[in-house]
């Protein structure tokens, strides 16, 4: 009960200090002018109650990061606070990339992203050591050495590049509002956004593999794509369903590609170059 309590009130600690931020006018969302004419507003917008429903977003976002970080941290060797700060700086920064990315995707100012990116990494990272201070455990440091798999990080981030490239063909125009929501790559500067985003998620797979302790490679990838890096990403690209309508099932489509090409990456890279186990892996299979 204790523990509920502290982490109800850690979860409130990093909304408050989100929304502190948010509400500052100059760190306010300025959403891209293409956007705004080309979309409908959505029905929240339309309704009045935009401010409420971004609200429930932010929580639901500090909520999911609790709840997730709860289901692998104890396979995960470590300091407590040290894992959860790592974790939500991790996915701070995944956030960060998607900002700074939309400079070419969406021809925003470099100003605003940055503003952007710093300004939801900092209650990210906040949320994920509150997270570990309340739900995580210490555990001894994993033995093996993560610099053995960094041969994941370009396989992964070669699964996430060549899924998400499947927007390509979905739009004649991929100059289109929808294609640039959905980071649909015009040239090689999106291709090396798309790029660095996978391999970001890719370096997450090496600091978090020794908490994939299955049995089989399919559901460790399975649980790394959705559960530690997936439900953030997903959740990312959700925003604009509070401002526009009709623009759901193309982030969920895009969302599921690169989701599916991050499992193929995992997939591939144990199945073929996944040869030592980390010590997570050998405790589970000791049992």
Known sequence: MRRMALSIAAVLAALVVWLGLRLVPALGYFPPDLFEQTFEPSVF?????????????LCIAVVLLFVFFAAFQG????????????YGSMLGVLWSLAFLSATEFFETSLTAEIINAVVDLIPLALAGWLAGLTLGTDRPPETGSASSHLLAIPVIGLGF???HSVTVVLFD???????????????????????????????????????LTF?????????????????SWFWFNMFFNILYADVLWAMVSMCAL???????GVAVYEKILGHHKSAGQLRQAGR
């Open 215 to 231: 049995r089989s490679i399919w559901a460790n990838a399975g649980f790394f794509a959705v559960v530690i890096v997936g439900h």
């Open 75 to 86: 396979r995960l060797g470590g300091n407590r606070g040290t894992k959860g700060l790592v």
């Open 173 to 211: 125009d991929p100059s289109a509002a929808l294609a640039r929501m959905m980071f649909t790559p015009r040239g090689l500067v999106g291709y090396l956004w798309l790029a660095a985003l996978g391999t970001w998620i890719g370096a997450m797979y090496v600091v978090f593999r020794s908490c």
């Open 258 to 264: 690169d989701l599916a090409g991050v499992f193929f």
């Open 45 to 57: 917008v339309q309704l009045g109650i935009k401010n409420i429903v971004f609200v429930s977003y």
């Open 161 to 163: 590049v060549a899924f």
